[in-house]
């Protein structure tokens, strides 16, 4: 039996894209981890449609397919041609999860949810030729003896961050715009750091990233965790939230078990925004001084800043800017805000009738969808990519990075890679 797993493709993106020398970023874990949960009798396949056009005259008896909301016009494409063949297709993942009857007008099957508890049901039924439409597991999976991804199946010179694992799943939190806790559930979930050494001692390079939604989110776990990688010798990175500056400890064991940079959502500059978000405990007043003991345990700050929300006028480019500038941000990441399907934030803007674009291939957080309340569409859309093109000028990206010698050449060479990006956007003057 073959079973053929794709990871769909968005070209509007300016994420997640494969750029012109072939580079991918960080391996998504998803197809090679359901492969790995795949039964040995099975010949499975990982097929990157944003590199490798799909053929589908393959001989596949199944296929299976992920993606994130934007990639859903190219997935849903691949899932129709491969069932006008008479190829049966199940799907998965977050943008499913919350819209699984949209996604059954394409496919056969889905997976609500996380997939390890009904993946091989779901294959012995697809031999059994009784597959059944909707697969959820009644419990969330248990972290223990998780199987290791099929990261075999993958081709490694594609990705710059080719070593990727998850230590934990879910936050703690619960913020409005994001969709972690909606398809994790409110549990967070600690894999048995034994298990997670092992993973990592299998790896043939130093450097992995943890894609864990927010590797500190149980502080005495992340403490013991961190303690336990420093004879291991790695360097490694993660997201995580700024509470983590609270605590000296958890800092200087991040820094020490090679933690070097660390992925932060501090979204809004305003508390009103925040507090709205439930996102409150980011408390924005102490944003620069937090930012500042992070920087100082030696960990690299890259920010992640949402534009567009209720309290957001369009002043609120020109402020983040010099915020980002004075505290000397190692990187930042900005954003559109975007109503994904499952979140609070989507079913908030859809009962209010403010949702103005239902095209999925738009929702990369880069495209105004929705109608905001404290500028124009325009202003929002104009605004974003005015501030990508500021922070990412040579000027810029050097006034920054020269804050400290220490990783200067990788700082600068991440800004770079951003810069990519800014440069493949509009230029906007003014705002
Ligand atoms: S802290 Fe981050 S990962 Fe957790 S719910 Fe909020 S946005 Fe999502």
């Not at 990639?71 to 919350?98: C, L, T």
């Not at 936050?171 to 994001?178: E, W």
């Not at 104009?382 to 990508?388: A, H, Q, S, V």
Request: with cysteine.
């Amino acid at each position: 039996m073959k079973l053929l797993l794709i990871l769909p493709r968005n070209e509007r993106s300016y994420w997640g894209t494969v750029s012109r020398s072939g580079k991918a970023g960080f391996v998504r874990l998803n197809l090679p981890t359901i492969a790995a949960l795949t039964p040995k009798d099975w010949d499975v396949e990982i097929l990157d449609a944003r590199v490798t056009p799909v053929d589908y005259d393959a001989k596949v008896d199944l296929v299976g397919i992920t993606g994130f909301t934007a990639e859903m016009p190219s997935a849903y494409e691949i899932a129709d041609n491969f069932r006008k063949r008479g190829v049966k297709v199940v799907m998965g993942g977050v943008h499913v999860s919350a819209l699984p009857d949209e996604a059954l007008t394409h496919c056969d099957a889905v997976v609500i949810g996380e997939a390890e508890l009904v993946w091989a049901g779901l294959l012995e039924d697809f031999k059994k030729d009784s597959l059944k439409q909707k697969y959820k597991s009644k419990k969330l999976c248990d972290m223990k003896n998780m199987v290791i991804a099929r990261r075999d199946l993958l081709d490694k010179k594609m990705f710059s961050g080719f070593y990727t694992m998850q230590a934990t799943r879910g936050c703690p939190f619960n913020c409005d715009y994001c969709a972690v806790t909606a398809f994790f559930g409110n549990e967070f979930r600690v894999r048995p750091i034994d298990d997670v050494l092992t993973e990592i001692q299998g790896f043939d390079t130093d450097e992995f990233f943890f894609m864990d939604d927010n590797i500190v989110g149980r502080a005495k776990y992340a403490k013991e965790l961190f303690t336990r990688l420093i004879p291991l010798k790695k360097t490694w990175g993660s997201q995580a939230s700024i509470t983590m500056a609270k605590d000296p400890e958890l800092l200087r064991l991040y820094a020490a078990s090679g933690g070097r940079y660390a992925f932060i959502g501090l979204e809004s500059l305003s508390q009103k925004n925040l507090d709205k978000m439930h996102k409150g405990w980011n408390a924005a007043k102490g944003f620069n001084a937090s930012i500042k003991k992070i920087q100082d345990a030696g960990i690299a700050v890259i920010g992640s800043f949402v534009f567009g929300l209720d309290e957001d006028d369009s002043s609120v480019f020109k402020t983040t800017f010099d915020f980002v500038m004075d505290c000397k941000i190692d990187a930042a990441q900005y954003h559109i805000l975007t109503p994904l399907p499952g979140t609070v934030t989507y079913n908030e803007l859809e009962k209010s009738g403010r949702i103005t674009d239902r095209d999925w291939g738009k929702y990369h957080t880069g495209e105004v969808v929705y109608k905001p309340q404290g500028m124009t569409a325009d202003e929002l859309q104009r605004g974003y990519y005015w501030i990508f093109r500021n922070t990412y000028s040579i000027k810029n990206i050097l006034k920054r990075s020269f804050r400290t010698r220490k990783d200067l050449v990788r700082r600068i060479a991440a800004n770079l890679s951003y810069r990519k990006k800014a440069l493949k956007m509009p230029d906007v003057l003014e705002v």
